[in-house]
C-alpha cells in the first residue's frame, strides 16, 4: 500500500514545478529595465508602469511575486524598492546577469525548452522543431536582434569565468593565441591583458569578429591583437601557440565537435597546445549546474555537457591527448591537451 507523501517534499516539488512562472517573471524585469529605474530610490507601481509603457496592474502582481522570491521589495503599498538579489538585473554593473535573463526568456530558448517532450521522443533539438532552422546560430546570421542578445547573453556570464580561467593557468609560454569562436572577445582581452608578450586573435561568425574587434580596440588591446572572421565548420586560422575555446563543444553533438577539434588540429604546429574550458559534468547525483545546463543543450542548441572521459574519447578520435584537467575558482573547469 502506498504510503502517504511527505508534506515538506511535496511543498519542496511544487517549488520546482512552478520554477518556470517564476524564470518568466525574471526575464520580465529583466526585459523591461526595472531595476535601472529603481536603481536611484523606490517608486510607486503607477510610475513604473508609466515608464515602462505597461498595465499597471499586471505589472505590480509580476513584482508582487518576484518580492517574494528577494528580488525588489515592496517596501510600502505598490511601492517598490532594489534588494541585492535585484542588483544582479541591473545594466552594465560588474557581474550584471541581465542580458543572460533576456536571452533565457525570449521566445527562441524558451519555446525550444517547452519543447523538450518531443527532443526526448525523437533527439531532434526543440529548436529546429519548433523554428525550422538547424541551430540558433543560423538564425542569428539573419537575425541581428536575436545575433546581439545572444552575445550580450554570453558575455554577461564571462567575465568572472575569464578572471578564473586567467588566474588557473599559465599563458605566458604561449606567443600566439587563437581565441576560437571566442564571441564578443573578453576571454582573448583578459588573457593578453595579462600576458604582456602575447598576440591575441579573435576567431569567430562576422558579426561576432567585427563586435570583437571594436571591443578590443577600444579598451587599448588593437595593437596586440585582432579578429578574424570565419566559420571552424571549415577552417580556423594557422600559426597559434595555444588554441582556446570556451563553451564552444558543448554547442554540438559528437560529429560537429569533431570536425572543429580536427580542424584545429590539422593548423596545430607539434608544439602547439589546446585548452578547452568546459563545464564538465560529475558522475553519480551530486547536484550540478552542468546537468541542468545539459538539458538547455538538448533543447536549443542540440549539444551537450560531458563528463572528463567523453571529452577524453573525443579528443583522442581527433588527434589530441588530453594531458591534464584544472579546476578554477568557478564553474569551468580548463582542460589542456596536446597532439597525438
Known amino acids: 500500500m502506498p504510503q502517504p507523501l511527505n508534506r515538506d517534499g511535496s511543498a519542496t516539488m511544487l ?73 544582479f538585473l541591473q545594466s552594465g554593473s560588474a557581474g550584471s546577469l541581465r542580458a543572460y535573463a533576456i536571452m533565457s526568456g525570449e521566445q527562441w530558448v524558451w519555446r525550444s525548452v517547452g519543447a523538450m517532450l518531443h527532443c526526448v521522443q525523437t533527439g531532434q533539438s526543440g529548436f529546429e522543431h519548433v523554428f525550422g532552422e538547424r541551430s540558433p546560430f543560423e538564425l542569428q546570421r539573419t537575425n541581428p536582434e536575436a545575433a546581439h542578445i545572444g552575445l550580450e547573453a ?73 579578429a578574424l572572421a570565419g566559420d571552424f565548420f571549415r577552417s580556423v586560422p594557422p600559426g597559434g601557440d595555444l588554441y582556446v575555446m570556451k563553451k564552444v563543444l558543448h554547442d554540438w553533438n559528437d560529429e560537429r565537435a569533431l570536425t572543429i577539434l580536427q580542424n584545429c588540429r590539422a593548423v596545430m604546429p607539434a608544439h602547439g597546445r589546446l585548452l578547452l574550458i568546459e563545464l564538465i559534468v560529475p558522475t553519480g547525483n551530486e547536484p550540478s549546474f552542468a546537468k541542468m545546463l545539459d538539458l ?8 551537450r555537457e560531458r563528463t572528463e572521459e567523453e571529452y577524453r574519447s573525443l579528443l583522442q578520435s581527433s588527434g589530441f591527448r588530453l594531458q591534464r584537467v584544472i579546476p578554477t575558482g568557478s564553474p569551468v573547469s580548463l582542460m589542456e591537451a596536446v597532439p597525438i
Open 154 to 226: 554570453l558575455t554577461s556570464r564571462s567575465a568572472s569565468e575569464n578572471d578564473a580561467v586567467v588566474s588557473a593557468y599559465n599563458f605566458a609560454g604561449a606567443k600566439t593565441i587563437i581565441d576560437v569562436a571566442g564571441g564578443e572577445g573578453t576571454l582573448v582581452a583578459a588573457i593578453v591583458a595579462a600576458t604582456p608578450a602575447a598576440h591575441g586573435v579573435l576567431f569567430d561568425l562576422p558579426h561576432a569578429a567585427e563586435r570583437a574587434r571594436k571591443h578590443l580596440e577600444g579598451i587599448g588591446l588593437g595593437s596586440r591583437s585582432e
Open 15 to 87: 517549488q520546482l514545478i512552478t520554477g518556470f512562472w517564476l524564470s518568466q517573471a525574471i526575464f520580465v524585469a529583466a526585459k523591461l529595465g526595472l531595476a535601472d529605474l529603481l536603481v536611484d530610490g523606490p517608486q510607486d507601481i503607477a510610475e513604473l508602469a508609466r515608464r515602462t509603457a505597461t498595465n499597471e496592474h499586471a505589472l505590480y502582481r509580476v513584482l508582487r511575486a518576484l518580492a517574494s522570491a528577494g528580488m525588489f521589495a515592496e517596501h510600502a503599498p505598490r511601492r517598490f524598492r532594489m534588494t541585492p538579489l535585484a542588483e
Open 296 to 303: 538547455l543543450m538538448l533543447t536549443y542548441l542540440g549539444g
